[in-house]
């Protein structure tokens, strides 16, 4: 019985869960670096997936360099945190968007074909601004 | 009323002990040696970076520009910069017309993309088959899959895994030189490798 409960929750919470597409890959890293994803807290490791909506954050040890799917890449230094608020990259039906909001910490971003194809799409946010971009590599810190 | 006065105050010492949350954005030049533009906005203003090297800071407002020397970009932002993913590279292979068979200097690179995925932190590739305008289009959407499964297929013979190469065909509607319909052009009968 208990079995079959489980299957159930499989049956009706797979689907949806796989629905979900990667929409960047963390390449790099060294130290502590986690991500917060559905509310749980979760330990990061090279080569993890990124989903939209998670949070990427790094400990005063931690750093972590993510590239996206279209090859926009963005790195954070210690003690650091970015949520993938929204990413779309579908050049066949010229759909794009690429907005983060990179609460604190030290960033390094680089545009990748978002950045070229339609750069009106790049926010890159913050608690006192929002960043946008023509084909750039920027620094930001947030304290 | 009181609120109002600790709240400015607080603020006004945030800002003498230097502790005001604070926005930094440092505009680069790109890894390939061009420099584009950030665009920095409040809900007041707007400030754009056209410098490489120069830096606003926005608090509540956004501070004239400045010049960050290199040994403040290191302390500040070393680690994150060091941990910056290598640039994506792309290559085109091309094609005779109507074939999915790559000509000689195309396959001759294949060893040195194979080579340059294998020296990747956990690589992906993204293979993209293209048509030029010549004939039909649905039959030229059919011919860039079979393009890029092709380079796939060769990629995979020289070992690269399949499950982190990704293929997508885009047919005639993404020319490297935009053309009139059914014009052969022997720059647009191609595959891009994307190397991520």
Not at chain 1, 91 to 98: A, G, R, T, V
Not at chain 2, 58 to 77: A, H, K, L, W, Y
Not at chain 2, 156 to 161: H, I, K, T
């Amino acid at each position: 019985m208990r079995i079959s409960m489980l299957f159930l929750v499989f049956v009706l919470l797979g689907p949806s869960a796989q629905a979900q597409e990667a929409v960047a890959v963390l390449k790099t890293m060294s130290g502590h670096v986690w991500v917060i994803r559905n509310d749980a807290r979760i330990s990061a490791a090279p080569g993890m997936e990124l989903l939209e909506a998670d949070l990427l954050g790094t400990d005063d040890d931690g750093s972590a360099g993510v590239s996206f799917m279209d090859g926009s890449r963005v790195s954070l230094g210690p003690d650091s945190a970015m949520e993938i608020s929204s990413f779309r990259f579908a050049p066949k039906d010229k759909d794009y968007d690429f907005q983060v909001y990179f609460k604190k910490g030290t960033a390094v971003y680089s545009s990748g074909k978002i950045g070229k194809l339609a750069p009106e799409t790049v926010r890159f946010r913050t608690p006192q601004a929002v960043l946008g971009i023509r084909g750039t590599t920027f620094l930001v810190r947030v304290q | 009323m009181r609120y109002i006065i600790i709240a400015y105050l607080s603020f006004f010492l945030y800002v003498l002990l230097g502790h005001a949350p604070t926005t930094t954005v440092v505009l680069m030049p790109d890894e390939d040696g061009g420099v584009g533009r950030v665009t920095v906005n409040t809900q007041q203003e707007e400030y754009v970076l056209t410098e490489p090297g120069t830096f606003v800071q926005v608090t509540e407002r956004i501070s004239p520009p400045g010049e960050m020397d290199q040994e403040t970009i290191d302390r500040v932002f070393g680690p994150a910069l060091e941990m910056q993913v290598p640039l994506p590279v792309s290559f085109h292979l091309y094609f005779q017309s109507g074939s999915s068979i790559p000509d000689a200097a195309s396959s001759e690179l294949l060893p040195k993309i194979v080579q340059l995925i294998n020296e990747r932190p956990y690589p992906q590739v993204s293979i993209i088959g293209h048509t030029d305008t010549m004939g039909d289009k649905d039959l030229n959407n059919l011919l860039s899959l079979e393009r890029a499964e092709a380079i796939r297929n060769m990629l995979a013979d020289q070992g690269v895994p399949r499950e982190i190469m990704e293929v997508s065909a885009h047919g005639q509607n993404d020319p490297l030189v935009p053309t009139g319909p059914d014009v052969s052009e022997p720059r647009n009968r191609r595959v891009e490798i994307l190397v991520r």
